[in-house]
C-alpha cells in the first residue's frame, strides 16, 4: 500500500516535469488546479495567474455544499483571514536574441548562474513547439584563442562561468526557429529529462523543488483539511503565485487583493552553517530576512505546532532570501507575515530535501490553520 510520503513524491514527481518559467507557469498550474479543486469550498485564477483555493471557517450555503462562489474584488475587504502561499514559477532562462547560426544567447530569469543548472539539454518553448537544444560552453580543448571558454578555466582565466559565456546550441536555421515561435523573450528551461527525483537515503534530490517542494506540501495540507472534516478557525486561501522568482510579483497582488491581514509564506529554506540550519532538521522557520521582519507571534506559533508535532523545527534569521510573504509586507501590503520552509540542501542548485519534509510541512499548515492566533484571543 502506498504511504503519504509516496503520494507526495508521485505528485511532486508530476509537478516537477511541469515546465513553469516565470510568466509562463501553465502546465503547473494546471497540476495544481486538478488536485485542489475537489478539495476546497472554491477556486479561482486571478488577474495575476494565481491559482486560489479557499476553504471557509463555515461551510458555504447551498444544498450540496459548494455552490457558493467566494470572489472578490481587486481592494481587500475587512475581516480575519490567512492567506498561504507557494510558488508555482521556476529559475529558467530567457532567449535576448537569436544569432544568424540559430544559437540563442539567453540570460538568467531569476537569480542564478549557469553553473546552478549544469551544461546539457534544455527546453525552448517557442510559441508554436517545444525543441529540445543543449545549454553549452563549447569545447576545453581550446587556447587563448578562444577566449569566451579560455577565461573561465580554473588554471587560465579563472573566471566564474557566466552568461555571456554560454549559449544554447538549437541545431536550426533561424527560419526553423521562427516557425517554432522562437524570438526573444521566449523561456528556456532545464529539459525534463533532468528533473528526476533522485532518492538519496532518506532524502530526494531534484532540480526545482524551489518551489514545488512547498506547492506540493500546500495541497497535501488543503487535501488533509479536508480529509479530517475540520474547518480553520478563520477563512483560509490557498495562493499558488506566479512569478515569484522575480520579485514576488504574483504574491504581492494576492496579498493586495484577497481579505485577510496574514501571508504565510511556504518555501524552500537554505541549511547552512551560516543560519545555524541543517538539512537533518526540522522545518525552518523564518524569523527574517532580507526583505522584512517576520512577525515574531507568528513565528513562534509555527516554532510551538512543529515542536508538539515532534518535528524539531529551525529557527532562523536568513540574509540573501526573499519570499512572496516579505515582498507583500514590504510593499505595505499585509500587515502581518511568516515564513515556513522546508529544509534545503543547495538551493537554486541541485537540491535535496528530506524525504519526509513535505508531509511535515502540510502537517504544521493544517493545524496552524485549525488552532487560533493571537488576534483571536484577543491578545497582542
Not at 117 to 127: I, K, R, S
Amino acid at each position: 500500500m502506498a504511504t503519504r510520503e509516496d503520494n507526495a513524491t508521485h505528485l511532486l514527481q508530476e509537478l516537477l516535469w511541469a515546465y513553469g518559467p516565470c510568466g509562463q507557469e501553465d502546465q503547473v498550474r494546471a497540476v495544481c488546479a486538478r488536485e485542489l479543486r475537489s478539495v476546497v469550498d472554491d477556486m479561482w485564477t486571478d488577474d495575476a495567474g494565481n491559482l486560489i483555493g479557499y476553504v471557509g471557517a463555515n461551510p458555504p450555503a447551498g444544498d450540496d455544499g459548494r455552490s457558493h462562489r467566494h470572489r472578490v474584488s481587486s481592494a481587500a475587504e475587512p475581516g480575519v483571514a490567512t492567506r498561504v502561499m507557494a510558488h508555482m514559477d521556476e529559475l529558467s532562462m530567457l532567449v535576448k536574441r537569436v544569432e544568424p547560426d540559430g544559437a540563442l544567447h539567453v540570460t538568467q530569469l531569476g537569480t542564478m548562474y549557469p553553473g546552478n543548472f549544469g551544461l546539457g539539454p534544455v527546453a525552448v518553448l517557442g510559441e508554436h513547439e517545444t525543441l529540445t537544444a543543449v545549454l553549452t560552453l563549447g569545447s576545453e580543448h581550446t587556447t587563448l584563442e578562444s577566449h569566451r571558454i579560455w577565461e573561465t578555466k580554473p588554471d587560465k582565466g579563472d573566471r566564474a562561468l557566466d552568461w555571456h559565456h554560454v549559449y544554447v546550441f538549437t541545431g536550426l536555421s533561424t527560419d526553423e526557429l521562427e516557425v517554432a515561435g522562437v524570438r526573444p523573450g521566449t523561456r528556456v528551461c532545464v529539459e525534463r529529462g533532468k528533473r528526476t527525483v533522485v532518492e538519496i537515503g532518506g532524502y530526494l534530490g531534484s532540480y526545482f523543488l524551489d518551489d514545488r517542494a512547498a506547492a506540493t506540501a500546500l495541497l497535501r495540507a488543503a487535501r488533509m483539511l479536508r480529509e479530517r472534516g475540520e474547518r480553520p478557525v478563520d477563512d483560509v486561501y490557498f495562493v499558488f503565485t506566479t512569478n515569484e522568482e522575480i520579485g514576488g510579483v504574483g504574491g504581492t497582488y494576492a496579498s493586495g487583493s484577497l481579505p485577510g491581514t496574514l501571508t504565510l509564506a511556504l518555501e524552500v529554506g537554505p541549511t547552512e552553517r551560516e543560519y545555524s540550519t541543517s538539512v537533518a532538521g526540522g522545518p525552518i522557520v523564518g524569523y527574517s530576512d532580507a526583505l522584512c521582519v517576520y512577525d515574531k507571534d507568528v513565528a513562534d506559533r509555527l516554532m510551538g505546532i512543529a515542536t508538539k508535532l515532534g518535528l524539531s523545527p529551525q529557527a532562523a534569521v536568513l540574509g540573501a532570501f526573499e519570499s512572496d510573504a516579505s515582498h507583500s509586507k514590504a510593499a505595505g501590503l499585509t500587515p502581518r507575515a511568516g515564513l515556513l520552509c522546508v529544509p534545503t540542501l543547495s538551493t537554486h542548485g541541485y537540491e535535496v530535501i528530506p524525504r519526509s519534509a513535505i508531509d511535515d510541512m502540510a502537517s504544521v499548515v493544517v493545524e496552524f490553520v485549525l488552532q487560533p492566533g493571537a488576534h483571536a484571543r484577543g491578545e497582542g
